[in-house]
């Protein structure tokens, strides 16, 4: 984990939540959708079939934690519809997957979030509450 660095583009879109045993763990810099994104702290890692066994099984459950959190921070909020998860990485090489929680009623229903529109960022003060709220839910035991 010494050598891992966060993609420049992707900090430049995010917020750090937490640190969990695999990935480091941030929000989505647009507020038109509840979306976080996981990135496992190894260097070098394009591919999942870059990361270990080990690692592979630790990713797809910190997926399915952070789903979890995101369906139950949303649900606070109006709820969600459907949860996209995605690992995609055409723009940014590094490995990290997207879970993004979706309503019917958004801007882009039905149609995948990436590549359209321009982001909406959060403001400062809604940026700060919001990493504060999903800190407390990742962090909890």
Request: net charge neutral.
């Amino acid at each position: 984990m010494s050598d891992f660095r966060l993609h420049a583009q992707i900090a430049a879109d995010t917020a750090r939540i937490c640190d969990w045993p695999l990935c480091r763990v941030l929000l989505m810099n647009d507020a038109r959708f509840p979306w976080i994104i996981l990135v496992p702290r190894r260097a070098d890692v394009v591919e999942l079939i870059n990361l270990t066994e080990h690692d592979r099984i630790a990713l797809m459950g910190e997926i399915a934690r952070a789903s979890m959190i995101l369906k139950s921070w949303t649900a606070t909020r109006g709820g969600c519809d459907k949860l996209n998860v995605a690992m995609i990485g055409n723009v940014v090489p590094q490995l990290h997957a997207h879970i993004v929680a979706r309503r019917r009623t958004d801007s882009l229903w039905p149609l995948t979030v990436w590549g359209r529109g321009e982001p909406v960022r959060y403001g400062t003060d809604e940026l700060a509450i919001a990493v504060t709220e999903l800190g407390d839910l990742f962090t909890a035991q």
